[in-house]
């Protein structure tokens, strides 16, 4: 049982953190500061780059898509809970984060082909041998894990996935509390709603195949997917792994992502609508990730990888 007071300090300490960093003034005045450096030191493709993605994205988006479908449940007893928080990081996608907290009787598990530091809260696990790690790509693999919890690590009641960017800062368990009866659990985006906006913007900052994004897209708007459908953020993922209801959605999302292999954003809202899944099974775990205190925002990813 975790100490509710300790639980309460660490949200609070990580919400003053994320209210300076996203809501202050200073960070405007950060950027605008960090804009002329750019420009004064002639780092013209970095300011430009940077430029267009403030322009592009300027009142552009509308999150009113991201409805509250979710049925209300009472919270859950976690005791006795086999609870697992595990990542996945191949090829030196991303460097490991230590978690800050590491909540006792809960398992930390890094699926990756790297070396991890002595005395590491997280446990690895070693892909190197695994037939799929010379099948597929990096990418694909560490897809394969995310939504396939169950195959992975079948020993859990919960699992908490997190991408590799992301760090850990708070006790983990009250999340599964408050997934009640639900067994899928993710955030909402931050600033769309909408897939097909979602594509827009990453083929027009050339973070997917444009060809296969395009493709994946006229293949989606002709079934009829509905434009404002709703679009998750997926760094953390809450799986039950006794639901077979989220084990044949995740099954689904899964060979959706071999058939477009771009972004995994791109075709969980298609899945979801596809399968007829309940919207309200959803467990909403924050209106997004900046509101989540449980976690921050680590480093970028590392350059060069894909």
Not at 147 to 174: C, K, Q, T
Not at 281 to 299: A, L, S, T, V
Request: glycine share 6%; with cysteine; net charge neutral.
């Amino acid at each position: 049982m975790i100490d509710r007071n300790l639980d309460h300090a660490f949200l609070e300490l990580n919400r003053r953190i994320k209210a300076k960093e996203f809501r202050n003034p200073a960070g405007w005045l950060y950027k605008i500061a960090r804009g002329i450096h750019l420009l004064a030191t002639g780092e013209w493709r970095s300011f430009f780059s940077k430029a267009s993605h403030c322009l592009f994205t300027l009142g552009r988006y509308t999150t009113k898509g991201n409805r509250d479908w979710e049925t209300v449940s009472p919270k859950i007893d976690v005791n006795g809970l086999k609870i697992v928080v595990y990542s996945c990081i191949i090829a030196n996608y991303d460097s490991i984060l230590e978690p800050l907290y590491a909540e006792p009787g809960i398992d930390y598990i890094l699926f990756t082909d790297m070396d991890i530091p002595v005395g590491s809260k997280w446990k690895k696990i070693d892909v190197t041998n695994w037939p799929e790690y010379s099948e597929l790509t990096p990418t694909q693999l560490n897809r394969k894990i995310k939504m396939l919890p169950f195959r992975y690590l079948p020993d859990y009641d919960y699992s908490i996935y997190v991408d590799g960017n992301i760090e850990i800062v708070a006790p983990v368990s009250p999340l599964i509390e408050e997934m009640g009866n639900h067994g899928f659990g993710v955030h909402y985006h931050r600033i769309r709603d909408c897939i097909y906006d979602e594509v827009g913007y990453v083929i027009y900052f050339k973070r997917a195949d444009p060809e296969l994004s395009h493709e994946q897209i006229e293949a989606y708007k002709n079934e009829g997917f509905p434009h404002h459908y709703g679009l998750y953020e997926n760094p953390v993922l809450i799986r039950k792994h006794g639901d077979e209801e989220v084990c044949c959605l995740m099954g689904a999302w899964w060979e959706e992502y071999l058939r477009y292999p771009t972004r995994d954003q791109f075709s969980l809202p298609y899945i979801i609508w596809k399968t007829g899944y309940d919207r309200s099974k959803i467990h909403i775990i924050e209106r997004n990730m900046d509101y989540n205190y449980r976690f921050q925002w680590g480093r970028p990813h590392n350059k060069n990888k894909k």
